[in-house]
Nanobody, 114 residues
Framework: QVQLVESGGGLVQPGGSLKLSCAAS????????MSWYRQAPGKQRELVAT???????NYADSVKGRFTISRDNAKNTAYLQMNNLKSEDTATYYC????????WGQGTQVTVSS
């Protein structure tokens, strides 16, 4: 069982920045593929960014050049740096870990509004 705890969400103005964190339990964090998903009201959950155990990254087209996913294996933590935020980035952001199965965090709300 892996527990994931997200933090760092909040209210930010368009053009602003936020950094989300996802702290994972256990001692094999370095083996997980870590991902961030988001879900806006009335929409399906979508993949935002992924980082593999070898630190290969992948991004949704909508966030390329604005978001950066990273990981610190020593801290069992994955991050999502979000810059130049837009109103359409408003959603609940979920952390996901994958090795032999998927685990999910509880989500953190990001609201981009003036």
């Amino acid at each position: 069982q892996v527990q994931l705890v997200e933090s760092g969400g909040g209210l930010v103005q368009p053009g602003g920045s936020l950094k989300l964190s996802c702290a994972a339990s256990g001692n094999i964090f370095r083996l997980y593929t870590m991902s961030w998903y988001r879900q806006a009201p009335g929409k399906q959950r979508e993949l935002v960014a992924t980082i593999t155990s070898s630190t290969t990254t992948n991004y949704a087209d909508s966030v390329k050049g604005r978001f950066t996913i990273s990981r610190d294996n020593a801290k069992n933590t994955a991050y999502l740096q979000m810059n130049n935020l837009k109103s359409e980035d408003t959603a609940t952001y979920y952390c996901n870990s994958h090795l032999t199965r998927d685990y999910w965090g509880q989500g953190t709300q990001v609201t981009v509004s003036s």
